[in-house]
């Protein structure tokens, strides 16, 4: 049964740090990724790391998000810096295997259930 399991969400003051985390099971895909949903908005893009460390990023996390990835684990991380309260989502981890474009949420096979972060000004 595939699953990923996501962790580490919560409150923190604007300037503040967290660091979600996304377990896989069950599956092992090339690239793995992180989107977030804000209330009332699309499901965007946030980064992506494929199997050899190569990494993508939204422009506005840039600088203060890290993706990275530990593949004997099969979980992969995002290290979220200087967090802003237009950060504030629920955030979600995917998987898949290959795709046409990596920020198109559809292209994705596998997601995680979410993981609420709420940044507070």
């Known amino acids: 049964q595939v699953q990923l399991a996501e962790s580490g969400g919560g409150l923190v003051q604007a300037g503040g740090s967290l660091r979600l985390s996304c377990a896989a099971s069950g599956l092992s895909t090339t690239y793995m990724g992180w989107f977030r949903q804000a209330p009332g908005k699309e499901r965007d893009f946030v980064a992506v790391?494929?199997?050899?460390?190569?990494?993508d990023y939204t422009d506005s996390v840039k600088g203060r998000f890290t993706i990275s990835r530990d593949n004997a684990k099969n979980t992969v991380y995002l290290q979220m810096n200087s967090l802003k309260p237009e950060d504030t989502a629920v955030y979600y981890c995917?998987?898949?295997?290959?795709?046409?474009?990596?920020?198109?949420?559809?292209?994705?096979?596998?997601w995680g259930q979410g993981t609420q972060v709420t940044v507070s000004s």
């Open positions: 995917a998987a898949v295997q290959r795709a046409r474009s990596l920020v198109a949420p559809d292209q994705y096979d596998y």
């Open positions: 790391i494929n199997r050899n460390g190569n990494t």
